[in-house]
């Protein structure tokens, strides 16, 4: 597994395990490794064996495509938020940091700006 793989993997394993509050002893144990093996794992010191990956995959309830995304990050269940994702992963870095301003802006104002007052008919 080349280098940025495996950092792309331990980032999104660690991410992921801090997500569902699990230590790395439990988690390790679980996988039937040591807690420093999976630790390297985090730090993209080492890579996992396939088996180890299907386990992580089980345990963590994710798809194996989640940890060599991008960006770390939940999947979502909702088709529209996946297909927006997709989109801003192929944006410019000058486009994706305008795109998240806008998005910053959004969650600061309050719900009752986001949308247009009903009209009346």
């Known amino acids: 597994m080349p280098n940025y793989l495996k950092t792309r993997f331990g980032d999104q394993l660690a991410f992921l395990r801090g997500k569902r509050e ?15 093996a999976l630790q390297n794992i985090e730090l993209g010191k080492s890579a996992p064996k ?13 798809e194996a495509e989640m940890f060599f995304s991008s960006t770390p990050s939940e999947p979502s269940n909702n088709p529209r938020v996946s297909e ?20 910053d802006r959004f969650q600061a ?13």
């Open 22 to 36: 699990m230590t790395q002893d439990e988690l390790a144990g679980h996988l039937g490794i040591s807690r420093k």
């Open 84 to 103: 927006l994702v997709l989109k801003l992963d192929k944006l410019p870095k000058t486009d994706l940091e305008l795109m998240l301003q806008i998005a």
């Open 50 to 62: 396939f088996s180890t990956i299907e386990l992580i995959c089980s345990k963590l309830n994710v």
């Open 109 to 121: 104002k309050p719900k009752s700006q986001l949308r247009p007052p009903p009209t009346n008919n």
